[in-house]
């Protein structure tokens, strides 16, 4: 059995979460759909799909796109779990037939705060997460409708929808949790004017990672934990009879 991880760009690779779930037996399938890899044709063997952020957009002409579209609406039709982060998120929320659409305004770059909502607080998949984190994001489009039925879990000053879930085992978080500080500097390398545009100087950028890191790591570790042992409880019932 396997997870299968869509990676859209070399500085979206699984992080903390792939770390995590590997620490705990899973095996990772990740396809590089960027780089030619195919999408799984059947879901033989597989057990759970994340797909990743990148900087493609949902309205984005690539080919893996539609099929990546298709794959994530079956599995969520099939009751897999399915966690979508960033780019990853919207596209689940694509597939769910929610709407997708760029922000007002430049995005979000850098350390938000993010705010759960009252439908998430006895939410298992966020045990133990504060009702108000700092969370990196790196993103220009956003979840404008979410899918019918689906749950708002978390929002931001400028973003409505910043984790939500669909049905009992689909999550798509818009923040960046599965970034380390390795991931967060490839993020913020060539976005010097992002930044700026964003409201925030190159200095600025460093004190918020100075003051905001230690507190949005060990949160966003235990979310991955959560994801683990949770949403995906294999290894955590493995042995029992």
């Given amino acids: 059995m396997t997870i299968i991880v869509f990676q859209h760009a070399a500085h979206c690779r699984p992080g903390r979460v792939g770390t995590t779930l ?29 797909s990743m952020g990148g900087p493609q957009n949902v309205d984005e002409a690539h080919a893996w796109i539609k099929r990546e579209t298709e794959f994530l609406r079956e599995a969520h039709d099939r009751q897999l779990p399915v966690v979508g982060v960033c780019l990853g998120a919207q596209l689940l929320a694509h597939a ?4 997708v659409g760029p922000m007002e305004g430049a995005g979000e770059i850098g350390f938000v705060d993010v705010n759960i909502l009252p439908s998430a607080h006895t939410d298992t998949l966020l045990a133990g997460i504060a009702w108000r984190t700092p969370q990196f994001h790196k993103h220009k489009y956003e979840v404008k409708q979410l899918p019918e039925g689906a749950a708002n879990l978390a929002s931001s000053e400028r973003c409505k929808v910043q984790a939500f879930r669909a049905g009992m085992r689909s999550y798509g978080f818009q923040y960046h949790f599965e970034a380390d500080m ?4 490839a993020f913020t390398k060539d976005s010097v004017g992002e930044l700026h545009t964003a409201g925030l100087t190159t200095e600025e950028f460093e004190k918020q990672c100075e003051e905001k890191y230690e507190m949005f790591a060990r949160l966003a570790d235990r979310l991955c934990i959560n994801i683990a042992t ?3 409880p294999r290894v955590a019932t493995a042995g029992r009879v």
């Fill in 96 to 99: 769910l037939g929610g709407e």
């Fill in 230 to 232: 949770f949403l995906i």
């Fill in 22 to 50: 590997r620490d705990h037996g899973f095996t990772l399938d990740i396809r590089k759909l960027d780089e030619g890899d195919p999408v799984p044709t059947d879901f033989d063997d597989v057990e759970a799909v994340i």
């Fill in 182 to 185: 390795d991931m967060i500097r």
